[in-house]
């Protein structure tokens, strides 16, 4: 079954069908609107609980040599030291915890990672080196079919930030389902795990503590009532094949389930197709802090762009979508100062003209734009579309087999570029264990 699962995500007919199944980009006024501002801060305890902490070392010679030795490898990471502190410094000293402890990325994007994409190779990778099972984040049902996953539910509405801007009550995903209160049979959420997905602990994820009741029957045993219990309820302890959940009607958000481990990383998968990003600004602040405490996340990645490099008209164009991301890294920021955050540029992409694959003439400007707005709020900056103009730009990546003309990923792609991303991080990160020694 597992060997069936990996053909169909190499296989080119795969491809095809990711592409021919509505994986398409969007307008630039969907994406980013201007003209609206982040809700209002709402001051809680401290978010996150710092690991231990750092300080500088003295350096010796051979240690310097080393670091210079280092930033030369690094090509399209971004990670600038400033005043001694780099935009990573923060996660990279969560990363030194993971023997103890579990620690959260959330990655934001559109369809270039739903499904799992992207971020399920930089997850085992990670994993890897810093231990962890799972999958993270998982909605009650999603388009996109997933690799290690079957998921299913009946009886919600479903709303996210791109598709319903005048919602509210998101979790930190930009994704909520609410139970229909006409529905007479009931609300229930399943999901069916194939071979090579391990985890430990299955939890549901919710926006209220409530004392509600939901039954949960896992691998066909016998039903369990369960009561919901803060924002974070554990549902199994152990790994299941299958799992399913039967809901009374309640005003509860459900934001979907955690399948993850007691210790080590997990990357949650926060990905909507056609969203620019813009949508993000409607999670208020308090849920990102609860969010992020209950989850002790780490990092927060942001890999946008794609969505609007077809429509973008001129290089004072793109500085204008390259404010608004300014915005929502500032959102971010003042909301989570304590998360490390890295913003990803939109890569190279073209559309086909005569038989050839032309790209989009501003690409470059806005890959550029993104730069200078992650520089300017503080966070790191990883450079997609140098990447792939080191690589051939978007008719060199076409010919290789790794994207698609519209700049979609294939899984060779993927792979690719998630080995890149993680190699220049983990020098970035080798860079940081020189600079700083732990103290206890």
């Known amino acids: 079954m597992l060997s069936i699962v990996i053909w169909a995500f190499s296989d080119p007919v795969w491809e095809k069908w990711l592409t021919e199944k509505g994986l398409r980009f969007t307008q630039t006024h969907q994406l980013l609107p201007a003209n609206k501002s982040s809700r209002q801060t709402i001051k809680t305890k401290k978010a996150i609980v710092k690991p231990d902490s750092v300080i500088l070392k003295n350096l010796t010679a051979e240690e310097r040599g080393r670091i210079d030795t ?43 990672i739903e499904g799992d994409r992207i971020t399920q190779d930089l997850r085992l990778l ?24 079957e998921t299913d539910c009946r009886g919600f509405v479903k709303y996210n930030v791109f598709n319903h801007s005048k919602i509210t009550g998101f979790g930190f995903n930009g994704i909520k389902y609410r139970i229909k209160t006409s529905d007479s049979t009931g609300a229930q959420s399943s999901f069916k795990v194939l071979p090579g997905l391990l985890f430990t602990k299955v939890y549901l994820l919710h926006d209220k503590a409530e004392k509600m009741v939901v039954s949960v029957t896992a691998d066909k045993q016998a039903r369990k009532e369960i009561v919901l219990t803060g924002l974070k309820t554990l549902i199994y302890d152990g790994r299941c094949r299958e799992l399913k959940i039967e809901y009374p009607e309640t005003a509860t958000s459900f934001y979907g389930y955690l399948l993850e481990d007691k210790k080590g990383l997990q990357i949650d998968n926060c990905g909507i197709r056609g969203h620019g990003g813009g949508g993000l600004i409607n999670i208020s602040n308090s849920v990102l802090q609860q969010n992020a405490f209950l989850l002790n996340t780490r990092m927060i990645v942001f890999h946008y762009g794609n969505n609007a490099i077809p429509y973008l008209k001129s290089e004072a164009h793109a500085a204008h979508v390259g404010n608004e991301f300014y915005k929502l890294f500032v959102k971010f920021r003042k909301a989570l100062p304590d998360v ?62 790794k994207a698609s003309a519209d700049g979609h990923l294939s899984a060779y792609g993927q792979k690719f570029f998630v080995q890149t991303l993680n190699r220049e991080l983990m020098k970035s990160y080798e860079i940081y264990q020189i600079n700083h020694t732990r103290s206890h």
């Open 340 to 401: 490390s955050i890295l913003v990803i540029s939109g890569g190279d992409m073209g559309r086909v003209i005569d038989e050839k694959t032309e790209p989009y003439p501003y690409a470059a400007a806005l890959a550029a734009e993104m730069g200078k707005a992650a520089e300017k709020a503080g966070c790191a900056f990883f450079d997609m579309y140098a990447l792939m103009q080191a690589n051939g730009g978007i008719d060199g990546w076409v010919t290789q087999g």
């Open 70 to 112: 280092l930033h030369k490898k690094i090509a399209f990471l971004n990670n600038a030291s400033i005043n001694g502190n780099t935009p990573l410094d923060g996660f990279f000293g969560a990363l030194q915890t993971t023997a103890d402890s579990l620690i959260h990325i959330w990655y934001y994007g559109d369809s270039q």
């Open 126 to 149: 990670l994993q890897k080196n810093f231990g962890g099972s799972g999958q993270g984040l998982v909605p009650l049902n999603d388009v996109a079919s997933y690799r290690f996953l």
